[in-house]
């Protein structure tokens, strides 16, 4: 059973980093292309980031809100999904899931982590 | 981008009724368009993708259909556990993007 499990959420003020962590399993996660979305409180689905496999190139690609600010990375030796997240907006404040990508859809999702930001 | 409208945005219906929920994209994305299921404090589910395949393990009740830029997601006898909010989301356009929900309520 696919599992995807976020954490590294919480409170930080307008200008400062946090990253959030995504521990994967069962699956094969070093062949997996991954993605985070994001979810404004009261709002839609916002797609974050992606990364492909680094057999695929491990590149990254991101949404215009963000590109810049954050940084998709992956850890194939721990199975884990990082999303580095700098100079921290209010409007970022969001639940941010952490996803497996399937030829631009989102196949499998985490139950979330809360990311609030605010002075 | 693609924005993607969906509408109406809540639905009011009862269990055992047919509930058709419609996305119109600002421009084709072909038949790339893909639905999920989100229930408060869980996870989304993806239903549909591709306009009309059925994700794993998704009941034979949730059904899709449509292709450039308007598409519907049809649950053909709702059940206790369907009430939820429902996305679209395109892959046809780059960036990726979804629409703002429907959300399908108890009557």
């Known amino acids: 059973e696919v599992q995807l499990v976020e954490s590294g959420g919480g409170l930080v003020r307008p200008g400062e980093s946090l990253r959030l962590s995504c521990a994967a399993s069962g699956f094969t996660f070093s062949n997996a292309w991954m993605s985070w979305v994001r979810q404004v409180p009261g709002k839609g689905l916002e797609w974050v980031g992606r990364?492909?496999?680094?057999?695929?190139?491990?590149?990254?690609d991101y949404a215009a809100p963000v590109k810049g600010r954050f940084t998709i990375s992956r850890d194939d030796s721990k199975n884990t999904l990082l999303l580095q997240m700098n100079s921290l907006k209010s409007e970022d404040t969001a639940v941010y899931y952490c996803?497996?990508?399937?030829?631009?859809?989102?196949?499998?999702w985490g139950q979330g982590t809360l990311v609030t930001v605010s002075s | 981008e693609v924005v993607l409208t969906q509408s109406p945005a809540t639905l009011s219906l009862s269990p055992g009724e047919r509930a058709t929920l419609s996305c119109r994209a600002s421009q084709s994305v072909s038949s790339y368009l893909a639905w999920y299921q989100h229930k408060p404090g869980q996870a989304p589910r993806l239903l549909i993708y591709?306009?009309?395949n059925r994700a794993t393990g998704i009941p034979a009740r949730f059904s899709g259909s449509g292709s450039g830029t308007d598409f519907t997601l049809t649950i053909s006898s709702l059940e206790p556990e369907d009430f939820a909010i429902y996305y679209c989301q395109q892959r046809g356009n780059w960036p990726l993007t979804f629409g703002g929900g429907t959300k399908v309520e108890i009557k």
């Open positions: 990364i492909k496999s680094k057999t695929d190139g491990g590149t990254t």
């Open positions: 996803t497996t990508y399937n030829s631009g859809h989102f196949d499998n």
């Open positions: 591709d306009a009309s």
